[in-house]
């Protein structure tokens, strides 16, 4: 079961739940801090993973 709980404290990586929040996290947080190589996506937060394909 995908429910969070005592059994399932860190998400699997393909949890599709956590989709419009991780990436989009990760890529404010590499712009933010100046490591990053490129502005924010326009196209995040992400929707679907039709929005990765």
């Known amino acids: 079961s995908l429910e969070f709980g ?3 404290i860190i998400p699997k ?4 739940r956590l989709l419009e929040m ?3 996290a990760v890529a404010r947080a590499a712009v933010d ?3 990053a ?3 924010y996506p326009a196209h995040y937060p992400l ?3 039709d ?3």
């Open 6 to 8: 005592k059994e399932y």
């Open 13 to 16: 990586p393909m949890d599709v």
């Open 22 to 24: 991780v990436p989009a």
């Open 33 to 35: 801090s100046g490591v």
């Open 37 to 39: 190589r490129n502005p």
């Open 47 to 49: 929707k679907s993973m």
């Open 51 to 53: 929005d990765i394909i």
